[in-house]
């Protein structure tokens, strides 16, 4: 392969990739329709000049068959009247007119059929044409989608959504350890003097009325409540408060 086959091979297939980049569908299309339409200009005026001569041929096959008519009907008057050689040089006129509309009564057929050929050619173009038009405006609509859709790709491609729903769960880390210590400061938070003490009124219902049945069983008697604080020690506060808890001991052992 020469060295010149190769770089006009070159050439061209660089041409044509850049035509093909800077094709644009919708404008392609409609290029194409102009260019159809033109082509039915065309057609049309091909149609109308065959039609007007078809037309024309049509009038000069009437005009020499009307003529060769004429001269036959002289021919016959000449010979009615004797006169042979007028009736002879009728009949050559007629001959004349009758062999001018044999020629053109063959062309006038193929005339015929040429105008018809060009119509049903006519009428399949302009079905093209309409139907290249659908097809034109449905092409369009496919091609602005795409392009839409490769927008939205675009844009969605340069979103970093991986770190997006980094952030998303590390919030959402964050909220469930606030959660959690909430309700660990509540729970701690409730186990005070005053629920400390729930407990024990709870647990002590339970246990008075287990050691009444004990004694109901040994014939004991039922263990006396416990005497209330006298609010007259003259004892110091805390003394007092020793003295109260002893005796509840010792009540507590009898039982």
Not at 121 to 133: D, F, Q, R
Not at 220 to 246: G, H, I, M
């Given at each position: 392969m020469?060295l010149?086959?190769?770089?006009s091979?070159?050439?061209?297939?660089?041409?044509?990739?850049?035509v093909s980049?800077?094709e644009d569908?919708?404008?392609v299309?409609?290029?194409?329709?102009?260019?159809?339409?033109?082509d039915?200009i065309?057609?049309r005026?091909?149609?109308a000049r065959?039609?007007?001569?078809?037309?024309?041929t049509?009038?000069r096959?009437?005009?020499?068959?009307?003529?060769a008519?004429?001269?036959?009907?002289?021919a016959?008057?000449?010979?009615?009247?004797?006169?042979?050689n007028l009736?002879?040089e009728?009949?050559?006129?007629k001959?004349?007119h009758?062999?001018?509309?044999?020629?053109?009564?063959?062309?006038?057929?193929?005339?015929?059929?040429?105008?018809?050929?060009l119509?049903?050619n006519l009428?399949a173009l302009?079905?093209?044409i309409?139907e290249?038009?659908?097809?034109?405006?449905m092409?369009?609509a496919?091609?602005?989608a795409?392009?839409?859709?490769?927008?939205?790709?675009?844009?969605?491609s340069?979103?970093?959504?991986?770190?997006?729903?980094?952030?998303?769960e590390?919030?959402?880390?964050?909220?469930?350890?606030m959660?959690?210590?909430?309700?660990?400061i509540?729970?701690l938070?409730?186990t005070?003097?005053?629920?400390?003490f729930?407990?024990l009124?709870?647990?002590?219902?339970?246990?008075d009325?287990?050691?009444m049945?004990?004694?109901?069983?040994?014939?004991t008697?039922?263990?006396?409540?416990?005497?209330?604080?006298?609010s007259?020690s003259?004892?110091?506060k805390d003394?007092?408060?020793?003295?109260e808890l002893?005796s509840l001991?010792?009540?507590?052992?009898?039982?």
């Amino acid at each position: 392969m020469g060295l010149f086959d190769r770089l006009s091979r070159v050439v061209r297939a660089n041409l044509n990739d850049l035509v093909s980049k800077a094709e644009d569908p919708e404008k392609v299309l409609e290029q194409t329709i102009n260019d159809m339409g033109e082509d039915l200009i065309q057609v049309r005026q091909a149609v109308a000049r065959a039609i007007a001569e078809q037309k024309r041929t049509e009038q000069r096959y009437n005009q020499d068959l009307s003529e060769a008519n004429k001269w036959e009907q002289r021919a016959k008057l000449a010979l009615s009247k004797g006169d042979e050689n007028l009736a002879r040089e009728a009949l050559v006129r007629k001959k004349t007119h009758a062999d001018t509309a044999a020629t053109l009564k063959q062309q006038l057929d193929q005339q015929n059929g040429q105008v018809s050929t060009l119509k049903r050619n006519l009428v399949a173009l302009e079905s093209k044409i309409s139907e290249a038009k659908t097809k034109k405006n449905m092409l369009i609509a496919r091609s602005k989608a795409a392009k839409a859709n490769a927008e939205i790709q675009q844009t969605l491609s340069g979103v970093n959504t991986s770190g997006s729903m980094a952030a998303f769960e590390r919030m959402e880390s964050k909220v469930l350890d606030m959660e959690a210590r909430s309700q660990a400061i509540g729970e701690l938070g409730g186990t005070g003097i005053e629920e400390q003490f729930a407990q024990l009124e709870s647990g002590s219902g339970v246990d008075d009325e287990l050691a009444m049945l004990k004694a109901q069983i040994s014939g004991t008697p039922e263990p006396q409540k416990l005497p209330e604080a006298s609010s007259t020690s003259s004892s110091p506060k805390d003394s007092a408060v020793d003295d109260e808890l002893e005796s509840l001991r010792k009540q507590l052992d009898n039982l």
